[in-house]
């Protein structure tokens, strides 16, 4: 069955074809970064507009990237939530008219089952239980997965999500937006024991964790350099220092949660998974407990729409969700993870 997958939850509008059977056919993507970057943050109402404008190019690129006709569509996904309302209602409503036009079955999916189940992209042989990481411009979570659609929550951020707290140092440090790849890039320059910065919540006695206060202590460090002290090395410095304040904290506590659950395998997810620094200390710390990692391919792990005509294939191969007719069914810009079975 071909399944046709669309995100458009935030800034990024994604389309993909995915066989159940052979897996990703091909996808298309549009970033709004530019869009957004003047303001240095999303403006929701540009962002609705902006993929009103591209997704039917899109969808059009696509058929004719991967040779299929709209005709050969079996199934339609799209991402229902969490996210951004008006943006939400754009793929929700295209999936909706165009699905009821063919008299398609309609599958709603989780953007943030999308990024856990992403590395099953190119790991179609990934096996559960497993740890999942998730870590994007909006969630830091340290889930348990044993299966499509049994997620249990271990821990998460009390404030800022880890992409945010990469975002906002960047900000501060007078990169574009959104900082963290400008960051990472910035600090592969820079010497990370130049500056303490502090470990928030590292030594808690829970998953969970804190970066608000991290951004604060950067902006402390920048505010202390003269004007003549703001140099490329000191930026690179405090730009090392910062990613390496972030990954500490991720990694101490996901090996916690792997010791805690005694699992084996662990998958690492959403935007700040490219992170490269990130990857190499993961893979270095949990060849010790001889956990295996995965992580998605680095285009699949900020939005994009393979991810959930993944997610949409995946259900419908473990005989999780009912392909059903139902052309009436909301967004949901808050939709708790752990709430994502009521849906289907
Ligand atoms: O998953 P995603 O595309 O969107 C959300 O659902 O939030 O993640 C975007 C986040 C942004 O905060 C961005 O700065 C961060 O991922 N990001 C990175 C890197 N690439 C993207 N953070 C650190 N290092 C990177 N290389
Ligand atoms: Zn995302």
Same mark, same amino acid.
């Given at each position: 069955?071909?399944? @046709?997958?669309? $995100?458009?939850?935030? %800034?990024?509008? /994604?389309? *993909?074809?995915?066989? #159940?059977?052979?897996? =990703?056919?091909?996808?298309?993507?549009?970033?709004?970064?530019?869009?957004?970057?003047?303001?240095?943050?999303?403006?929701?109402?540009?962002?609705?507009?902006?993929?009103?404008?591209?997704?039917?190019?899109?969808?059009?690129?696509?058929?004719?990237?991967?040779?299929?006709?709209?005709?050969?569509?079996?199934?339609?996904?799209?991402?229902?939530?969490?996210?951004?309302?008006?943006?939400?209602?754009?793929?929700?409503?295209?999936?909706?008219?165009?699905?009821?036009?063919?008299?398609?079955?309609?599958?709603?999916?989780?953007?943030?089952?999308?990024?856990?189940?992403?590395?099953?992209?190119?790991?179609?042989?990934?096996?559960?239980?497993?740890?999942?990481?998730?870590?994007?411009?909006?969630?830091?979570?340290?889930?348990?997965?044993?299966?499509?659609?049994?997620?249990? @929550?271990?821990? $998460?951020?009390?404030? %800022?999500?880890? /992409?945010? *707290?990469?975002?906002? #140092?960047?900000?501060? =440090?007078?990169?574009?937006?959104?900082?963290?790849?400008?960051?990472?890039?910035?600090?592969?320059?820079?010497?990370?024991?130049?500056?303490?910065?502090?470990?928030?919540?590292?030594?808690?006695?829970?998953?969970?964790?804190?970066?608000?206060?991290?951004?604060?202590?950067?902006?402390?460090?920048?505010?202390?350099?003269?004007?003549?002290?703001?140099?490329?090395?000191?930026?690179?410095?405090?730009?090392?220092?910062?990613?390496?304040?972030?990954?500490?904290?991720?990694?101490?506590?996901?090996?916690?949660?792997?010791?805690?659950?005694?699992?084996?395998?662990?998958?690492?997810?959403?935007?700040?998974?490219?992170?490269?620094?990130?990857?190499?200390?993961?893979?270095?710390?949990?060849?010790?407990?001889?956990?295996?990692?995965?992580?998605?391919?680095?285009?699949?792990?900020?939005?994009?729409?393979?991810?959930?005509?993944?997610?949409?294939?995946?259900?419908?191969?473990?005989?999780?969700?009912?392909?059903?007719?139902?052309?009436?069914?909301?967004?949901?810009?808050?939709?708790?993870?752990?709430?994502?079975?009521?849906?289907?």
């Amino acid at each position: 069955m071909l399944v @046709l997958g669309i $995100e458009s939850s935030c %800034d990024e509008t /994604g389309l *993909a074809l995915v066989d #159940t059977q052979d897996g =990703l056919l091909g996808h298309t993507l549009h970033s709004q970064i530019k869009l957004h970057e003047e303001y240095g943050g999303v403006v929701p109402e540009l962002a609705s507009r902006d993929h009103i404008k591209n997704l039917l190019p899109l969808l059009h690129e696509l058929l004719l990237k991967t040779n299929k006709s709209l005709k050969d569509i079996d199934i339609v996904a799209y991402t229902a939530g969490p996210g951004l309302q008006g943006a939400l209602l754009v793929a929700s409503s295209f999936a909706h008219g165009f699905a009821w036009s063919q008299a398609l079955p309609l599958i709603p999916i989780h953007h943030l089952e999308g990024h856990l189940l992403s590395p099953m992209l190119s790991e179609p042989k990934l096996e559960f239980p497993f740890v999942a990481l998730l870590v994007s411009g909006g969630h830091t979570q340290i889930m348990q997965v044993n299966g499509i659609g049994d997620y249990k @929550l271990l821990g $998460e951020t009390l404030d %800022d999500a880890a /992409g945010e *707290a990469f975002d906002k #140092t960047a900000k501060i =440090l007078g990169l574009p937006y959104p900082g963290g790849a400008h960051l990472a890039r910035l600090a592969k320059e820079g010497d990370a024991s130049a500056f303490a910065l502090p470990r928030p919540m590292k030594h808690s006695k829970d998953l969970n964790f804190s970066f608000s206060g991290l951004k604060t202590a950067v902006m402390n460090q920048y505010n202390k350099l003269a004007a003549s002290e703001i140099t490329q090395k000191n930026l690179a410095d405090l730009a090392a220092a910062t990613q390496e304040a972030i990954v500490d904290v991720l990694v101490h506590k996901v090996i916690e949660a792997l010791k805690m659950t005694d699992s084996k395998r662990l998958v690492v997810a959403g935007g700040v998974g490219a992170n490269q620094e990130l990857r190499s200390r993961l893979k270095s710390e949990t060849s010790k407990l001889g956990v295996e990692v995965y992580f998605p391919p680095l285009e699949f792990c900020t939005d994009n729409g393979a991810m959930i005509a993944n997610a949409a294939s995946e259900r419908i191969k473990a005989g999780k969700v009912k392909l059903n007719k139902n052309y009436n069914q909301p967004v949901r810009a808050n939709w708790p993870l752990e709430d994502i079975n009521s849906f289907y």
